[in-house]
Nanobody, 124 residues
């Protein structure tokens, strides 16, 4: 499995946008479904979105649909999470991880160790 590192978090006002980056090293992302997860203060970690290996099929948690977009750039060994219309409840630490895939569709069930994550704070 590749080693993954998250970046791109920061402080943004409600309604704003951020693009998170998940960069791989050590081995290729190409053969791995990649998921984004987050953990808000005092809450359990939850799945946000994932992208499969085969045709880049995407999956989103209900709260992410219509606001977040996941994409992968295989040439750059990178997966992105574009987040828009951010809300205060989106605040948390965001992580990427290798995630399960079944019948060509990714499943938000992490398979790789957690990295440091990247902090997203949505506040005015």
């Amino acid at each position: 499995q590749p080693q993954l590192e998250e970046s791109g978090g920061g402080l943004v006002q409600p309604g704003g946008s951020l693009r998170l980056t998940c960069a791989a090293s050590g081995s290729s992302l190409v053969d791995n479904a990649i998921g984004w997860f987050r953990q808000a203060p005092g809450k359990e970690r939850e799945g946000v979105s994932c992208v499969s290996t085969s045709d880049g099929r995407e999956s989103y948690a209900d709260f992410a649909k219509g606001r977040f977009t996941v994409s992968r750039d295989s040439a750059k060994e990178t997966v992105y999470l574009q987040m828009s219309s951010l809300k205060p409840e989106d605040t948390g630490v965001y992580y990427c991880a290798v995630t399960m895939q079944r019948y060509g569709s990714c499943i938000l069930s992490p398979l790789s160790p957690w990295g440091r994550g990247t902090q997203v704070t949505v506040s005015s």
